[in-house]
């Protein structure tokens, strides 16, 4: 069951990437797979804490709200076109483009890199936390590659807390109606 959800969102995602990424297609290097492979085991590793996650909401809203103002933050972090999964190095370059975001990023504690971290564990636990309450097991969930049984357990352990955050601190604009 987890697998087939998995798969549609997969597709849904492909199909989204392939709209957003125009670019011609730039093969995959030996070395570009490699660190790919050791971003997801460190992913893997990270365990998140309540500190970290409130921390993280009040982050990315920040910045969300800075890229509403400011044109260039927009820009500069905006998904960049390209068809290869982008290392953690790469994303938190991003974040660290622009020094208004720099800014925002030590504010709350993080390093533009630990903020890229935190964000893909807190997705990839949140996600797994709604599998999880559908039936899934937390074990099935990890296996998928979904984050680590301790972050996973941390958003069942604090939905409340972490859906009132979502709600004061939006990571992302509600859809257009």
């Keep these: 069951m987890l697998a087939r959800r998995l798969a549609l969102m997969v597709v849904v995602?492909?199909?989204?990437?392939?709209?957003?990424?125009?670019d011609a297609?730039?093969?995959?290097?030996?070395?570009?797979?490699?660190?790919?492979a050791k971003d997801k085991k460190e992913l893997a590793a990270y365990t998140l804490t309540m500190d970290v996650v409130r921390r993280?909401?009040?982050?990315?809203?920040?910045?969300?709200?800075?890229a509403k103002?400011?044109?260039?933050?927009?820009?500069?972090?905006a998904p960049k076109?390209?068809?290869?999964?982008p290392t953690l190095?790469?994303?938190?370059a991003t974040v660290g483009t622009l020094p208004q975001v720099v800014a925002i990023v030590k504010a709350h504690g993080f390093t533009p890199r630990e903020l890229?971290?935190?964000e893909i564990a807190l997705m990839e636990a949140s996600m797994a936390a709604m599998f999880v309450e559908q039936g899934e097991t937390v074990e099935a969930a990890v296996n998928e590659g979904l984050g680590n049984a301790a972050n996973i357990k941390l958003m069942g352990a604090n939905k409340a807390e972490i859906t009132e955050l979502a709600k004061?601190?939006?990571?992302?604009?509600?859809?257009s109606q």
Excluded: C
Excluded at 13 to 22: E, M, N, T
């Design 13 to 22: 995602g492909a199909l989204v990437g392939a709209a957003v990424a125009q």
């Design 25 to 36: 297609a730039v093969p995959e290097t030996p070395a570009h797979k490699a660190q790919i």
């Design 56 to 66: 993280a909401f009040v982050t990315i809203s920040a910045i969300r709200d800075a």
């Design 69 to 77: 103002s400011d044109p260039e933050i927009a820009k500069a972090i």
């Design 81 to 85: 076109k390209t068809n290869l999964e």
């Design 89 to 92: 190095d790469e994303m938190a």
């Design 116 to 118: 890229t971290v935190a």
């Design 168 to 175: 004061k601190y939006p990571m992302m604009d509600p859809p």
